[in-house]
T-cell receptor, first 114, second 118 residues
Framework: DTGVSQDPRHKITKRGQNVTFRCDPISEHNRLYWYRQTLGQGPEFLTYFQNEAQLEKSRLLSDRFSAERPKGSFSTLEIQRTEQGDSAMYLC????????????FGNGTRLTVT | KNQVEQSPQSLIILEGKNCTLQCNYTVSPFSNLRWYKQDTGRGPVSLTIMTFSENTKSNGRYTATLDADTKQSSLHITASQLSDSASYICVVGPRDLNYGGSQGNLIFGKGTKLSVKP
Protein backbone atom coordinates (compact mmCIF):
# COMPACT_ATOMS: atom_id res chain seq x y z
CA ASP A 1 0.00 0.00 0.00
CA THR A 2 1.60 3.28 -1.08
CA GLY A 3 -0.91 5.60 0.60
CA VAL A 4 -0.38 7.87 3.59
CA SER A 5 0.37 5.93 6.74
CA GLN A 6 0.08 7.11 10.31
CA ASP A 7 1.42 5.59 13.46
CA PRO A 8 0.11 4.73 15.97
CA ARG A 9 -3.57 4.27 15.09
CA HIS A 10 -4.60 4.73 18.69
CA LYS A 11 -2.88 6.35 21.66
CA ILE A 12 -4.15 6.54 25.22
CA THR A 13 -2.16 8.77 27.55
CA LYS A 14 -2.50 10.42 30.90
CA ARG A 15 -2.91 14.15 31.21
CA GLY A 16 0.44 15.88 31.38
CA GLN A 17 2.34 13.30 29.34
CA ASN A 18 3.98 14.02 26.00
CA VAL A 19 2.97 12.15 22.87
CA THR A 20 4.43 11.98 19.37
CA PHE A 21 2.70 10.86 16.18
CA ARG A 22 4.32 9.95 12.91
CA CYS A 23 3.10 10.40 9.35
CA ASP A 24 4.64 8.88 6.22
CA PRO A 25 3.27 10.65 3.15
CA ILE A 26 3.07 9.39 -0.40
CA SER A 27 6.69 9.51 -1.50
CA GLU A 28 6.42 11.92 -4.43
CA HIS A 29 4.21 14.41 -2.55
CA ASN A 30 5.93 17.62 -1.50
CA ARG A 31 3.09 18.93 0.64
CA LEU A 32 2.22 17.48 4.05
CA TYR A 33 -0.63 18.63 6.27
CA TRP A 34 -1.76 17.97 9.83
CA TYR A 35 -5.40 18.25 10.86
CA ARG A 36 -7.34 17.60 14.04
CA GLN A 37 -10.87 16.25 13.99
CA THR A 38 -13.33 15.84 16.85
CA LEU A 39 -16.58 13.90 16.72
CA GLY A 40 -19.18 15.43 14.45
CA GLN A 41 -16.84 18.10 13.15
CA GLY A 42 -14.84 18.52 10.00
CA PRO A 43 -11.05 18.43 10.15
CA GLU A 44 -9.40 21.57 11.54
CA PHE A 45 -6.17 22.72 9.96
CA LEU A 46 -3.12 22.66 12.23
CA THR A 47 -0.08 23.13 10.01
CA TYR A 48 1.46 22.27 6.68
CA PHE A 49 4.86 21.76 5.10
CA GLN A 50 6.22 22.31 1.63
CA ASN A 51 9.11 19.86 1.58
CA GLU A 52 10.90 20.50 4.89
CA ALA A 53 9.67 24.06 5.33
CA GLN A 54 6.75 24.68 7.67
CA LEU A 55 4.81 27.31 5.75
CA GLU A 56 1.78 27.92 7.92
CA LYS A 57 0.56 27.21 11.42
CA SER A 58 -2.97 27.62 12.67
CA ARG A 59 -3.70 29.80 15.65
CA LEU A 60 -5.20 26.61 17.08
CA LEU A 61 -1.68 25.26 17.36
CA SER A 62 -0.64 26.25 20.86
CA ASP A 63 2.98 26.27 21.94
CA ARG A 64 2.48 22.76 23.33
CA PHE A 65 2.24 21.48 19.74
CA SER A 66 5.23 21.17 17.47
CA ALA A 67 5.61 19.57 14.08
CA GLU A 68 8.67 18.70 12.08
CA ARG A 69 9.40 17.30 8.67
CA PRO A 70 13.13 16.65 8.54
CA LYS A 71 14.48 16.08 5.04
CA GLY A 72 11.05 16.66 3.58
CA SER A 73 9.89 13.07 3.98
CA PHE A 74 8.06 11.79 7.06
CA SER A 75 6.65 14.16 9.64
CA THR A 76 6.12 14.07 13.39
CA LEU A 77 3.59 15.92 15.51
CA GLU A 78 4.40 16.23 19.18
CA ILE A 79 2.03 17.35 21.89
CA GLN A 80 3.63 18.28 25.19
CA ARG A 81 1.84 18.28 28.55
CA THR A 82 -1.33 16.80 27.06
CA GLU A 83 -4.71 18.03 28.23
CA GLN A 84 -8.09 16.31 28.03
CA GLY A 85 -9.11 18.80 25.36
CA ASP A 86 -6.41 17.39 23.11
CA SER A 87 -8.41 14.18 22.71
CA ALA A 88 -9.22 13.94 19.02
CA MET A 89 -8.35 12.23 15.78
CA TYR A 90 -5.13 13.62 14.29
CA LEU A 91 -5.10 13.32 10.53
CA CYS A 92 -2.16 13.65 8.21
CA UNK A 93 -2.53 14.32 4.50
CA UNK A 94 -0.17 14.80 1.60
CA UNK A 95 -0.47 16.26 -1.88
CA UNK A 96 1.49 17.38 -4.90
CA UNK A 97 0.67 20.98 -4.05
CA UNK A 98 -0.86 21.96 -7.38
CA UNK A 99 -4.12 23.85 -7.27
CA UNK A 100 -6.02 20.79 -8.52
CA UNK A 101 -4.20 18.24 -6.40
CA UNK A 102 -6.36 16.25 -4.02
CA UNK A 103 -5.29 15.69 -0.45
CA UNK A 104 -4.57 12.06 0.33
CA PHE A 105 -5.36 11.38 3.97
CA GLY A 106 -4.09 8.73 6.29
CA ASN A 107 -6.52 6.97 8.61
CA GLY A 108 -5.43 9.08 11.53
CA THR A 109 -4.18 8.64 15.07
CA ARG A 110 -6.92 8.67 17.66
CA LEU A 111 -5.65 10.27 20.87
CA THR A 112 -7.43 9.79 24.18
CA VAL A 113 -6.16 11.80 27.15
CA THR A 114 -7.39 10.48 30.48
CA LYS B 1 -14.76 35.22 8.26
CA ASN B 2 -14.18 32.30 5.87
CA GLN B 3 -16.81 29.66 6.52
CA VAL B 4 -18.26 26.55 4.90
CA GLU B 5 -21.79 25.53 5.85
CA GLN B 6 -23.32 22.19 4.87
CA SER B 7 -26.90 20.97 4.87
CA PRO B 8 -28.57 18.85 5.89
CA GLN B 9 -26.58 17.82 8.95
CA SER B 10 -27.77 14.25 8.47
CA LEU B 11 -29.85 12.36 5.95
CA ILE B 12 -31.41 8.89 5.75
CA ILE B 13 -32.39 7.45 2.39
CA LEU B 14 -33.36 4.07 1.01
CA GLU B 15 -30.96 2.09 -1.12
CA GLY B 16 -31.35 2.90 -4.79
CA LYS B 17 -32.66 6.42 -4.23
CA ASN B 18 -30.90 9.62 -5.25
CA CYS B 19 -29.96 12.46 -2.92
CA THR B 20 -28.40 15.91 -3.02
CA LEU B 21 -26.18 17.48 -0.39
CA GLN B 22 -25.65 21.23 -0.15
CA CYS B 23 -22.66 23.43 0.61
CA ASN B 24 -22.58 27.22 1.02
CA TYR B 25 -19.34 29.09 1.55
CA THR B 26 -18.12 32.60 2.26
CA VAL B 27 -14.47 32.02 1.39
CA SER B 28 -12.91 34.84 -0.59
CA PRO B 29 -10.81 34.97 -2.63
CA PHE B 30 -11.68 31.49 -3.74
CA SER B 31 -9.61 28.97 -5.66
CA ASN B 32 -11.30 25.60 -5.63
CA LEU B 33 -13.98 23.47 -4.01
CA ARG B 34 -13.66 19.83 -3.07
CA TRP B 35 -15.96 17.08 -1.85
CA TYR B 36 -14.63 14.29 0.33
CA LYS B 37 -16.20 11.07 1.61
CA GLN B 38 -15.26 9.95 5.10
CA ASP B 39 -16.15 6.52 6.41
CA THR B 40 -16.36 6.13 10.18
CA GLY B 41 -12.90 5.81 11.71
CA ARG B 42 -11.10 6.47 8.43
CA GLY B 43 -9.51 9.45 6.77
CA PRO B 44 -11.42 11.44 4.12
CA VAL B 45 -11.18 10.33 0.51
CA SER B 46 -11.35 12.80 -2.36
CA LEU B 47 -14.41 12.58 -4.63
CA THR B 48 -14.19 15.72 -6.79
CA ILE B 49 -12.20 18.93 -7.12
CA MET B 50 -13.53 21.92 -9.05
CA THR B 51 -11.71 25.13 -9.78
CA PHE B 52 -13.56 28.44 -9.71
CA SER B 53 -14.08 28.22 -13.49
CA GLU B 54 -15.78 24.81 -13.46
CA ASN B 55 -19.51 24.26 -13.05
CA THR B 56 -19.73 20.50 -12.69
CA LYS B 57 -17.55 17.47 -12.11
CA SER B 58 -18.54 13.82 -12.02
CA ASN B 59 -16.95 10.78 -10.43
CA GLY B 60 -19.04 7.70 -11.12
CA ARG B 61 -22.36 8.06 -9.31
CA TYR B 62 -21.21 11.31 -7.69
CA THR B 63 -21.80 14.63 -9.46
CA ALA B 64 -20.73 17.93 -7.94
CA THR B 65 -21.94 21.32 -9.14
CA LEU B 66 -20.56 24.75 -8.38
CA ASP B 67 -22.07 28.22 -8.67
CA ALA B 68 -19.25 30.63 -7.85
CA ASP B 69 -21.55 33.63 -8.14
CA THR B 70 -23.88 32.47 -5.37
CA LYS B 71 -21.08 30.60 -3.55
CA GLN B 72 -23.01 27.35 -3.53
CA SER B 73 -22.14 23.78 -4.37
CA SER B 74 -24.06 20.54 -4.34
CA LEU B 75 -23.14 16.87 -4.41
CA HIS B 76 -25.64 14.58 -6.09
CA ILE B 77 -25.49 10.86 -5.46
CA THR B 78 -27.32 8.66 -7.94
CA ALA B 79 -28.71 5.19 -7.25
CA SER B 80 -27.37 5.09 -3.70
CA GLN B 81 -25.73 1.98 -2.32
CA LEU B 82 -25.26 0.80 1.25
CA SER B 83 -21.56 1.60 0.92
CA ASP B 84 -22.42 5.26 0.37
CA SER B 85 -23.19 5.52 4.10
CA ALA B 86 -20.57 7.99 5.30
CA SER B 87 -19.97 11.65 6.05
CA TYR B 88 -19.59 13.91 3.02
CA ILE B 89 -17.41 16.93 3.59
CA CYS B 90 -17.30 20.09 1.49
CA VAL B 91 -13.89 21.78 1.45
CA VAL B 92 -13.04 25.20 0.04
CA GLY B 93 -9.57 26.32 -0.92
CA PRO B 94 -8.81 30.02 -0.52
CA ARG B 95 -6.50 31.62 -3.03
CA ASP B 96 -3.08 32.28 -1.52
CA LEU B 97 -1.65 35.19 -3.42
CA ASN B 98 1.85 34.56 -2.09
CA TYR B 99 2.07 31.09 -3.57
CA GLY B 100 0.04 31.49 -6.72
CA GLY B 101 -2.83 29.17 -5.92
CA SER B 102 -4.78 27.41 -3.25
CA GLN B 103 -2.26 26.47 -0.60
CA GLY B 104 -2.28 25.41 2.97
CA ASN B 105 -5.35 26.38 4.83
CA LEU B 106 -8.25 24.54 3.20
CA ILE B 107 -11.51 25.22 5.02
CA PHE B 108 -13.63 22.20 5.88
CA GLY B 109 -17.35 22.02 6.48
CA LYS B 110 -18.70 19.87 9.29
CA GLY B 111 -20.06 17.33 6.84
CA THR B 112 -23.39 15.72 6.09
CA LYS B 113 -23.85 12.28 7.61
CA LEU B 114 -25.60 10.06 5.06
CA SER B 115 -27.18 6.76 6.02
CA VAL B 116 -28.39 4.46 3.26
CA LYS B 117 -30.86 1.85 4.48
CA PRO B 118 -31.79 -1.40 2.70
Amino acid sequence: DTGVSQDPRHKITKRGQNVTFRCDPISEHNRLYWYRQTLGQGPEFLTYFQNEAQLEKSRLLSDRFSAERPKGSFSTLEIQRTEQGDSAMYLCASSLGRMDSPLHFGNGTRLTVT
Amino acid sequence: KNQVEQSPQSLIILEGKNCTLQCNYTVSPFSNLRWYKQDTGRGPVSLTIMTFSENTKSNGRYTATLDADTKQSSLHITASQLSDSASYICVVGPRDLNYGGSQGNLIFGKGTKLSVKP
